[in-house]
């Protein structure tokens, strides 16, 4: 359900080689009472990474995703998350050893991707901009 807690899988082999589905049913197993609802809803998204540029959600927060990059890019496009359809703006924050560091507070997303330029061995911290300026910063660039 829409807000309640979920085991995130981020792997695409984990359900290639059925160990999902193992771990679904071992939940069942450990949980008998979901078996009478008779639906498990999984909501998955995938990790994205093309050579040493990744895009992953934050497992302990569904409404931020990391981006990393080890050399640096410009003007590469991801897609964001299903769940996140509507979004059409989001927060950008540098992820630093003191915390965060705000660099834009209101990127535009374009038909569900987000197009964002990374300095070499830089870690950005994203999350909606609609209703989503909760986070403590640092300050800015």
């Known amino acids: 359900m829409k807000g309640e807690p979920m085991y ?4 695409p082999r984990e359900w290639e080689a059925g160990m999902a589905q193992r771990r679904i049913d071992g939940l069942i197993r450990m949980i008998p009472e979901l078996r009478d609802g008779h639906t498990i809803h999984v909501d998955v998204f995938i990790a994205q990474r093309e050579d040493d540029d990744l895009f992953v959600p934050a497992l302990w927060n569904p409404r931020e995703i990391i981006a990393y990059s080890r050399d640096g ?3 590469r496009a991801w897609r964001l998350p299903e769940d996140w359809q509507g979004v059409n703006r989001v927060h950008l924050h540098r992820i630093t050893l003191k915390g965060l560091v705000l660099l834009d507070d209101r990127v535009g997303v374009d038909a569900g991707r987000l197009t964002l330029s990374l300095q070499p061995d830089e870690a950005v ?7 989503g300026g909760r986070r403590k910063t640092q300050g800015t660039r």
Do not use: R
């Open 8 to 11: 995130n899988v981020v792997y």
């Open 73 to 75: 890019y410009v003007h």
């Open 125 to 131: 911290s994203i999350s909606p901009a609609e209703g």
